[in-house]
Nanobody, 120 residues
Framework: QVQLVESGGGLVQAGGSLRLSCAAS????????MGWYRQAPGKQRELVAD???????NYADSVKGRFTISRDNAKNTVYLQMNSLKPEDTAVYYC??????????????WGQGTQVTVSS
């Protein structure tokens, strides 16, 4: 069993910043990629950014230059620093991880989501 717990969401004015955190715990042997997705009302869930265990990153075009993803492998934690936030960044943000578990093999796991609201 693997759990992902997100924190750091909230309400912020346009131009402001937020930092999201996601900690993975449970029967983890190793974690390959970790990432952040978001889903706005009436829209499909989309990739925001992801990062491999080696530190290679990938960003959606809409957040390049404003968001930074990072991870602490020792803590099984991934972060998303969000700067210059825009109202269109408003969404529920989900953490995801590609995990090799101790006994159950590989699997993709999701957090419960954290709301980010950017006011204009």
């Amino acid at each position: 069993q693997v759990q992902l717990v997100e924190s750091g969401g909230g309400l912020v004015q346009a131009g402001g910043s937020l930092r999201l955190s996601c900690a993975a715990s449970g029967s983890i042997f190793s974690i390959k990629a970790m990432g952040w997705y978001r889903q706005a009302p009436g829209k499909q869930r989309e990739l925001v950014a992801d990062i491999t265990s080696g530190g290679s990153t990938n960003y959606a075009d809409s957040v390049k230059g404003r968001f930074t993803i990072s991870r602490d492998n020792a803590k099984n934690t991934v972060y998303l620093q969000m700067n210059s936030l825009k109202p269109e960044d408003t969404a529920v943000y989900y953490c995801a991880a590609d995990v090799r578990t101790v006994r159950a093999g590989d699997g993709n796991y999701w957090g419960q989501g954290t709301q980010v609201t950017v006011s204009s």
